[in-house]
């Protein structure tokens, strides 16, 4: 079993930073690959990034490729995602994940945090 809470988000100005933190409990976080996933107002839950167990792999989606940057610290069991350059089209409800590998869909995910709320203003 894994337990996941996140947090970091808040209400930023367009152009501004946030970097959230998920915590992980649970003795297999070092062995799991963990995304990041968001959903927008009235919009279905969207992948935004992931990354391998020990953090060598990462993939982002296109929308944030460049300005989002996922990593890891398993010795702290925390994923962090930290968000530059952020745009209006970036609010949501930020949700972090765990998987034995790595997924691009939400289906591929066995753990989930109750989501952090970003919201960017222009």
């Known amino acids: 079993q894994v337990q996941l809470v996140e947090s970091g988000g808040g209400l930023v100005q367009a152009g501004g930073s946030l970097r959230l933190s998920c915590a992980a409990s649970?003795?297999?976080?070092?062995?799991?690959?963990m995304g990041w996933f968001r959903q927008p107002p009235g919009k279905e839950r969207e992948f935004v990034a992931a990354?391998?167990?020990?953090?060598?792999?990462?993939y982002y989606a296109d929308s944030v490729k460049g300005r989002f940057t996922i990593s890891r610290d398993n010795a702290k069991n925390t994923v962090y995602l930290e968000m530059n350059s952020l745009k209006p089209e970036d609010t949501a409800v930020y949700y972090c994940?765990?998987?034995?590998?790595?997924?691009?869909?939400?289906?591929?995910?066995?753990?989930w945090g109750q989501g952090t709320q970003v919201a960017v203003s222009s």
């Open positions: 990354i391998g167990w020990n953090g060598a792999r990462t």
């Open positions: 994940c765990a998987a034995a590998i790595i997924h691009f869909s939400q289906k591929g995910y066995d753990y």
């Open positions: 649970g003795r297999t976080f070092g062995a799991n690959a």
